[in-house]
């Protein structure tokens, strides 16, 4: 707050400040995350792996039954021969934007 002499001007700016608080809305606890990322570099991974972190506490708990918010394939490579695998958590979404036969490749921009 700015301090000065006039008593009439510190009364003003504090009314000022408390009106301004009161009017802020009231937070709910949520927040928003933005996530920003070309198509394919993981963005939907991480917010399923997010969410599984939060809600288990163990991996093996995770591993029997996932949450999959956000249904993603990717591939995986092993071994030394580097054989490719593909990795699908396809969860319960039937509105998902996910082209699993063209991994990478974005399918909300057109």
């Given at each position: ?5 006039d008593?009439?001007?510190n ?15 009231k ?8 996530l ?20 288990f ?49 974005s399918?909300?921009?057109?």
């Amino acid at each position: 707050l700015l301090r000065t002499s006039d008593e009439k001007h510190n009364i003003d700016v504090q009314q000022s400040v408390t009106k301004l608080s009161s009017a802020r809305p009231k937070s709910d606890g949520s927040i928003n995350i933005l996530l920003l990322g070309e198509s394919g570099v993981g963005k939907s991974t991480f917010i399923n792996a997010f969410v599984n972190y939060l809600k288990f506490d163990k991996l093996k708990a995770a591993e029997k039954n996932p949450i999959v918010l956000i249904p993603v394939s990717f591939i995986m490579t092993t071994d030394d021969n580097f054989t490719e695998h593909v990795v699908k958590f396809e969860g319960n979404d039937t509105l998902s934007n996910e082209d699993h036969d063209n991994l990478g490749h974005s399918v909300t921009q057109h």
